[in-house]
């Protein structure tokens, strides 16, 4: 169990990361800013969030991802604004954890949003 101060570096890692999601993270540069070694930074990250820090890390690129594709921002764009290393990056990453590709998660949003607009009177 992570003592009081390994939970407070942990925390302060989550807070970078949440406003640094689109800039290159690694674990090692984390756990060294933290104060702790990389394994025990890993441990106790996947303690206090139950992912590990690259897998939290890209849960969060994918849901920024789908927030922008249902804006309708193309996936080229949506790959540069969530850090992605290119698009390519962005559909096989997307693809793996949605079981769908960017293009087709844009499709759907776009649909589910005519669907909902109502008619102008």
């Known amino acids: 169990m992570a003592g009081p101060r390994a939970r407070a570096a942990v925390s302060g890692a989550l807070r970078r990361m949440v406003r640094g999601y689109a800039q290159p993270l690694s674990v090692p540069e984390l756990a060294r800013e933290a104060g702790l070694s990389t394994a025990y930074f890993a441990a106790v990250f996947r303690e206090e969030t139950g992912l590990a820090p690259h897998d939290w890390l890209i849960v969060r690129r994918i849901d ?58």
């Open 64 to 121: 920024k991802a789908k927030t922008l594709l249902s804006r309708g921002e193309s996936p080229a764009a949506v790959a540069a604004a969530t850090g992605f290393a290119d698009q390519a990056h962005l559909t096989r990453t997307f693809r793996a954890r949605t079981g769908e590709t960017p293009a087709a998660f844009a499709r759907k949003a776009k649909a589910r949003g005519a669907k909902t607009e109502k008619p102008a009177s």
